[in-house]
């Protein structure tokens, strides 16, 4: 196997010592996806965490509310993600095994580190506290972005609001 990417700059492994990061390691599956394809398809079910080491993704969300079984939805472009910064993406899933929110494909050919909730789980059994700096970085991940989609949803409620209050 090719040389092991420096984990430690991972938000996802942040504060953890040398010997956590090798614990971790050992765990991680290496996997590679080629252009266009879908590494999380939202509102399927996915026990995962993602590391991109190298290449590129999107993360899209669909725009519309799926109603209508044969309607097609357009999905927004929500952020695009560099292997060189080593982002991870699916955290919900390695925590919480429930449905993804958001689609995320490969707009280059793509090389992830992945991490199973059952890995995981060995983890925490043999390291609790490797667990729990993980556990409080995807804690700060997900409050980050949940921050994000507080002010998004203000300026979707102000633009609506003017929009409606225009026709008056």
Known sequence: MSTMPDFSKTTIFNGLSTGQLALVQEYLEINTYQKGSVIIKENTQGSRLYVLTSGKVTVTKNLVMDVLDSQETE????????????????????????????????????????LSGESFNKIVEKDIHTGYLIVRNISSIVCKRLEDTDKNVVKLATALFLAVGARN
């Open 75 to 114: 999905a927004k472009r929500l952020a695009t993600l560099d292997g060189k910064d080593m982002p991870s993406f699916g955290e919900n899933g390695l925590i919480t095994n429930g449905l993804r929110t958001a689609n995320v494909i490969a707009e280059e050919d793509c090389t992830v580190f992945e």
